[in-house]
């Protein structure tokens, strides 16, 4: 993994502390932090400042920062540009689009050029900006509001991106990639906003980016996921259990950096492979995984599968997206298939 950049802080990491939050409010906590820690910070987007968010996840810290969070017109492009400028200046600009998918019309600034900077700088001015953005789909959202773009991001050199599931994994997530040097894309999902609290460790140092976590140990299939959709993934796991059929289910926080070592690690032991997302299956981040398996050479016991959402659009209909989503009984009956 790469080594993070520490940037701004004098002394030790602040002392640790532990609460219970929800995961907007473990977002809020982290951007508390860093704006509280490094004066080069800027936090802004379309209704980040005065409403707080059209989530509310930044709500307070305009009043608790001042100018240094602030809202902008309705402009992408203006959003990313200007964060970019920012950041060759010497910056550390934290910006918020909406919805991933309103981040196309943004698209240069983000993959021509902030992606781009380190390199065409031999690394004299990078543009250390964060783009926090949720995606997914939600009821009633609709075909513009429901997109999942995370293999888009993950084609371009440069760009990290991070999508993280827990209340703790999004408050690290967001030091990480503020301390990091690279443009950092936080792909956040507004399902999991206003779930329930959890403890969250807040303070310490900051972590390097690239974890995962093995959140269920099995023998028989593993089980690669990222996102929301691994509450999925796991719900399905602990019904295949009751039949006999142990899946480990292994969740990719971080997708640039890439813990591939515990995906090939896992795979070596079930010698089975399956890849959810909710993502659309063609061109999904899904088939990278699959691929560098089979690159590796690992003897499987049968076919790779993907599970993600059909190449279709997502309809505002609630009960027609969840007919196209993966869910814990398809994903149940995929994985029996493999290990018949």
Known sequence: ???????????????????????????????????????????????????????????????????????????????????????????????????????????????????????????????????????????????????????????????????????????DAVVSAVHADDPVVIVENRTLYFGDKTEVELGGAARPMGWSHLRRPGRDVTVVSWGAVTGQALAAAESLAAGGIEAEVLELTWLNPLDMDAVLASVARTRRLAVVHEANVTGGFGGEIVARVAEAGIGLDAAPVRIGTPDVRIPAAPVLARSLLPEAGGIAARLSEMVR
């Open 1 to 171: 993994m790469p080594e993070l950049t520490t940037i701004g802080q004098a002394g030790e990491a602040p002392v640790a502390e532990t609460r219970r939050l929800k995961y907007g409010e473990a977002v809020n906590a982290a951007l508390a932090r860093v704006l509280a820690e490094l004066p080069q910070t800027l936090l802004y987007g379309e209704d980040v400042g005065k409403p707080g968010g059209v989530f509310g996840v930044t709500r307070g810290l305009r009043r608790k920062f001042g100018d240094r969070v602030f809202d902008t017109p309705i402009s992408e492009a203006a959003i990313l540009g200007s964060a970019v400028g920012a950041a060759l200046m010497g910056a550390r600009p934290i910006v918020e689009i909406m919805w991933a998918d309103f981040s196309l019309v943004a698209l240069d600034q983000l993959v021509n050029q902030a992606a781009n900077a380190r390199y065409v700088s031999r690394g004299a001015a990078p543009a250390p900006i964060v783009v926090r953005t949720q995606q997914g789909n939600a009821p009633g959202a609709c075909a513009q509001h429901s997109q999942s773009l995370e293999a888009l991001f993950l084609h371009v050199p440069g760009l990290r991106l991070v999508m993280p599931r827990t209340a703790q994994d999004a408050h």
